[in-house]
């Protein structure tokens, strides 16, 4: 089964739509492994955004990610970081379909309410960046046995 690192970000703490949100990947039918609410320190921000280093608007985005709470979570299922990378939607809300996340709730490239993992590897870095491998919590579903 695949784990994936989403965050639920600054803007989307604000603007009072994390329980929406959270209601998607539950409904979709992924299972919820680990949560935490937290301001991300700088060396976390850096080291959750390391690919973007070089590029103009670093300074800008780690910034905004320190700014306030975040809601990080890792959440389990398969194919999810595929599937949870489409839910979300493109990263300018331009693009973002409706139905997306962040065509939903997204007005702004720099304010789009959540992140999610592009890949395994991201997904193993950004987890192990927020969570200790005991902050997994491991559970049976027994009520849908069919998803
Ligand atoms: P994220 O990592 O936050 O989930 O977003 P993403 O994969 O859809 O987009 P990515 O390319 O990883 O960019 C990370 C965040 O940087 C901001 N950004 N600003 N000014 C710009 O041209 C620019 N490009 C990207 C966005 O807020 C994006 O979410
Ligand atoms: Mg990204």
């Given at each position: 089964?695949?784990?994936?690192?989403?965050?639920?970000?600054?803007?989307?703490?604000?603007?009072?739509?994390?329980?929406?949100?959270?209601?998607?990947?539950?409904?979709?039918?992924?299972?919820?492994?680990?949560?935490?609410?937290?301001?991300?320190?700088?060396?976390?921000?850096e080291?959750?955004y390391e690919e973007h280093k070089d590029k103009p608007f670093f300074g800008e985005l780690i910034e905004f990610i320190?700014?306030?709470?975040?809601?990080?979570?890792?959440?389990?299922?398969?194919?999810?970081?595929?599937?949870?990378?489409?839910?979300?939607?493109?990263t300018?809300?331009?693009?973002?379909?409706?139905?997306?996340?962040?065509?939903?709730?997204?007005?702004?490239k720099n304010?789009?309410?959540?992140?999610?993992?592009?890949?395994?590897?991201?997904?193993?870095?950004?987890?192990?960046?927020?969570?200790?491998?005991?902050?997994?919590?491991?559970?049976?579903?027994?009520?849908?046995?069919?998803?």
């Amino acid at each position: 089964m695949e784990k994936t690192f989403l965050m639920i970000k600054p803007d989307g703490v604000q603007r009072n739509v994390m329980g929406d949100i959270i209601s998607r990947f539950e409904q979709k039918g992924f299972q919820l492994r680990a949560g935490k609410f937290t301001v991300l320190s700088q060396e976390q921000a850096e080291k959750h955004y390391e690919e973007h280093k070089d590029k103009p608007f670093f300074g800008e985005l780690i910034e905004f990610i320190t700014s306030g709470p975040v809601f990080a979570m890792v959440w389990e299922g398969d194919n999810i970081i595929q599937i949870s990378r489409m839910m979300i939607g493109k990263t300018d809300p331009i693009d973002a379909q409706p139905g997306t996340i962040r065509g939903d709730f997204a007005a702004h490239k720099n304010l789009n309410i959540i992140h999610g993992s592009d890949s395994n590897e991201s997904a193993v870095r950004e987890i192990e960046n927020v969570f200790t491998d005991s902050e997994l919590v491991s559970y049976e579903k027994t009520l849908a046995p069919w998803i």
